[in-house]
């Protein structure tokens, strides 16, 4: 069992916004600026999306952004695209000076 | 870009020890940085192993430190991860990724991942 909650499953239509929660507590999210988001595809590697809560690396377009209030994260995808169809994991640093994730969260482009 | 290329046996028996290495490329590990191990089980979420550093300073996942053991090796550019007394759930792909800041808060980049699989 993941020790950050993210719903299983989101959809959405292209050209759309879609959010993806991720929700700890005050030991991992709630406490620190440290949350980042990775979106793989099936089979393949994991790739850095968002880090330190909402931040981007060079070159993840803008349509992908992150933010978090209290305990939740959340991971905002707008103008959809087919190519955003993937699964995304959250994680967090936390009080224990480790690292936790989320169960991840598959995004279906309808 | 540091490029990461994970290897091991592939196949661990139970009750037995996984040892994997992963390779880096250019990016001289002594330069720096700490080398995360992270690993995924089949259609389940990833979950952070540990982290080290060319120093040997280390963090680990509390739930796994008793089995784990990491190293580094500057002179052939690699670590290392030693799990003893593996079970059916250790079975994952891991994946080794460089951990840009001093404590483990994100990664990146992330090697192409091993498969493990233990059975009898």
């Known amino acids: 069992q993941s020790v950050l909650t993210q719903p299983a499953s989101v959809s959405g239509s292209p050209g759309q916004s879609i959010t993806i929660s991720c929700t700890g507590t005050?030991?991992?999210?709630?406490?620190?600026?440290?949350v980042s988001w990775y979106q793989q595809y099936p089979g393949r590697t994991p790739k850095l999306v968002i880090y330190?809560?909402?931040d981007r690396p060079s070159g993840v377009p803008d349509r992908f952004s992150g933010s978090k209030s209290g305990n939740t994260a959340s991971l905002t995808i707008s103008g959809l695209q087919a190519e955003d169809e993937a699964d995304y994991h959250c994680a967090s640093y936390t009080s224990s000076h480790s690292l936790v994730f989320g169960g991840g969260t598959k995004l279906t482009v309808l | 870009q540091p490029q990461l290329q994970e290897s091991g046996p592939g196949l661990v028996k139970p009750s037995e020890t996984l040892s994997l290495t992963c390779a880096v490329s250019?990016?001289?590990?002594?330069?720096?940085?700490?080398w995360a191990w992270i690993r995924q089980p089949p259609g389940k979420g990833l979950e952070w192993i540990g982290s080290?550093?060319?120093?040997?300073?280390?963090y680990h996942n509390p739930s796994l430190k008793s089995r784990v053991t990491m190293s580094v090796d500057t002179s052939q550019n690699h670590v290392s991860l030693k799990m003893t007394s593996v079970t059916v759930a250790d079975t994952a792909m891991y994946y080794c990724?460089?951990?840009?800041?001093?404590?483990?808060?994100?990664?990146?980049?992330w090697g192409q991942g091993t498969q493990v699989t233990v059975s009898s």
């Open positions: 080290i550093y060319h120093s040997g300073s280390v």
């Open positions: 005050t030991s991992d999210v709630g406490g620190y600026d440290y």
């Open positions: 250019r990016y001289p590990i002594s330069n720096g940085y700490y």
């Open positions: 330190d809560v909402s």
């Open positions: 990724a460089r951990q840009t800041r001093v404590i483990p808060i994100w990664f990146d980049p």
